[in-house]
């Protein structure tokens, strides 16, 4: 598959919904988002549909998240380049894609060997290479990297990982989709002091588990 001018003009058409429609207002989530080809993480039966919003399969029974989700969750992060970003669930790569886009210096872990896998040469292959790529469980975070300024947990937690708190950086944030329902509340965490924590909600959304261990 290649990136073609079909694919560029249906990706600038996604662009303008996420803009529009969704509300995406960070320039910088939208510029990202327009550059990285959502179709090359996709099996080529999709290829079609990979500017539309819609999640679908990939390796291992997870899903890629909808463009919009994608789009939403990184708008909260705030992000600026050069930021350490702790990511939780690698997945296709593509999350971690439009965050090493944006500058951001990428800490990304996998629990799917699978997934962990196709991730790593998907995303060698396209030059956009996180700065730590693990195979392992993102419920103990990277503490030898830590602290974070930002963390972005991409499947839904029924109960909040504490551990990731303690990885943040006083003033860093953490959005992760918290619940024990079908759908989850994707949720923001500002860290104001080592004890002290600003929570904030933001509607109803439907991710894959986090799970705890790794699945070789
Ligand atoms: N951002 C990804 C979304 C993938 S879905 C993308 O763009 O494709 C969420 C991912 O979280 C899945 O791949 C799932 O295997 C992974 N996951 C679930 N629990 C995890 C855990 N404890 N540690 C690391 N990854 C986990």
């Known amino acids: 598959m290649q990136d073609s001018f079909v694919h560029k003009g249906k990706r600038k058409i996604l662009i303008n919904y996420l803009q529009e429609k969704i509300g995406i ?21 999709f290829e079609d549909f990979a500017y539309e919003d819609r999640a679908f399969p990939i390796l291992a029974k997870q899903t890629i998240s909808h ?8 708008e ?4 600026s380049a ?12 593509y999350q971690t894609a439009v965050l090493v886009t944006m500058g951001a210096l ?41 602290p974070f300024d930002k963390i972005l947990v991409t499947c839904g937690a029924e109960v909040l990982p504490t551990q990731l708190l303690h990885q943040l950086k006083v003033g860093g944030r953490m959005v992760i989709p918290l619940g024990k329902t079908e759908e989850q509340i994707l949720t923001r965490f500002t860290k104001r002091s080592e004890k002290e924590f600003e929570k904030e909600e933001f509607g109803a959304y439907k991710f894959v588990p986090m799970l705890s261990s790794t699945n070789r």
């Open 106 to 146: 990428v800490y990304t872990v996998e629990r799917q060997k699978d997934l962990y896998e196709f991730s790593t040469r998907k995303l060698r292959e396209m030059h956009l290479r996180p700065s730590f790529q693990s195979f392992g469980d993102g419920f103990a975070g990277l503490p030898s990297f830590a």
């Open 76 to 79: 909260l992060l705030e992000l």
């Open 67 to 74: 463009p919009s989700t994608v789009a939403e969750q990184t």
């Open 25 to 45: 207002g960070d320039q910088n989530v939208l510029k990202a988002m327009n550059t990285v080809p959502r179709h090359l993480f996709l099996e080529s039966i």
């Open 82 to 93: 050069k930021e350490k970003v702790l990511e939780i669930g690698t997945g296709c790569g």
